[in-house]
């Protein structure tokens, strides 16, 4: 009970430190207390005024949610056919996408730049969803691959039998019975690519096609030669609410697609 407590601590006062942080301005932020003694919401009004933060929070609620969707179609076509058709080499190809993941961002950085700028993406919305895809895609193949796996032959051979093709025993027979793992894997890829910096700062140069991840970084003081901790933690806090929102609504069907690919039955 005590570990357990201790865990919620440390875990949860990350956030209790940057929602007291965004509410103080000049000396209250190195004061120990947690609460303000005078809070203030000058550091949320300055976040937006300052900049296009609206449009930043807009870019990166676009840019995840069709790689979410890209990703949760591709990869349930592509688990279908790693997890039900059998061919050759099928294990080497999975070992591959796997590998994939596996490689930190920087090494695959100047291949995707390439493939942008050969593809006339570069400072463009489209170019943050290419490039997230390659963050997800391996994970979200993997999840539902061993989902697919565990689904009754029975189906499949009933929907043969009816003449049902491939898309439509995809996408309107497993697909229903694959809602807690396609929740779950979703959650997961929209969190990856709402907190995406690196290819969000190498392939955008424009404020207005910025995700937040990148604006928060480069919210500057006018002089310059100061960090602006109040709104840094006032932009942080704006951003890590829709994820922890999104996480305590779907927590169930989150527990739920992860552990029901443990245990197969």
């Given at each position: ?8 601590l ?85 070992m ?5 993941s ?17 593809f006339?993406?570069?400072?463009s ?7 997230d ?12 691959v ?7 032959r ?111 039955g």
């Amino acid at each position: 009970m005590a570990a357990s407590l201790l865990f919620i601590l440390l875990s949860v006062f990350p956030l209790l430190y940057a929602l007291s942080s965004s509410f103080k301005q000049g000396t209250g932020l190195f004061s120990p207390q947690l609460w303000p003694a005078a809070p203030t919401l000058a550091n949320y009004t300055g976040v937006f005024a300052e900049q296009p933060f609206a449009q930043n929070l807009l870019n990166s609620l676009l840019v995840a949610s069709c790689v979410v969707a890209l990703s949760l179609v591709l990869s349930l076509m592509a688990a279908w056919a790693f997890g039900r058709v059998q061919f050759r080499g099928r294990g080497v190809l999975l070992m591959l996408i796997l590998s994939a993941s596996m490689l930190p961002q920087v090494a695959v950085l100047s291949g995707m730049f390439e493939l942008v700028r050969a593809f006339g993406l570069y400072d463009s919305l489209a170019a943050l969803v290419f490039a997230d895809l390659v963050l997800t895609l391996p994970f979200t193949v993997w999840v539902l691959v061993t989902f697919v796996r565990q689904l009754p032959r029975e189906l499949e051979e009933a929907a043969a039998m009816d003449g049902v093709g491939v898309l439509t025993l995809v996408f309107r027979v497993f697909m229903p019975l694959l809602w807690p793992a396609m929740v779950a894997t979703g959650l997961l890829a929209f969190i990856a690519a709402w907190n995406e910096f690196l290819f969000a700062l190498t392939f955008t140069l424009s404020t207005e096609v910025r995700t937040v991840p990148v604006a928060i970084a480069l919210i500057s003081t006018a002089s310059g030669f100061e960090l602006p901790w109040g709104r840094l933690m006032a932009a942080s806090v704006i951003v890590t609410l829709p994820l922890v929102v999104l996480v305590v609504v779907f927590q169930r069907r989150i527990v739920a697609g992860l552990s029901a690919g443990a245990v197969k039955g």
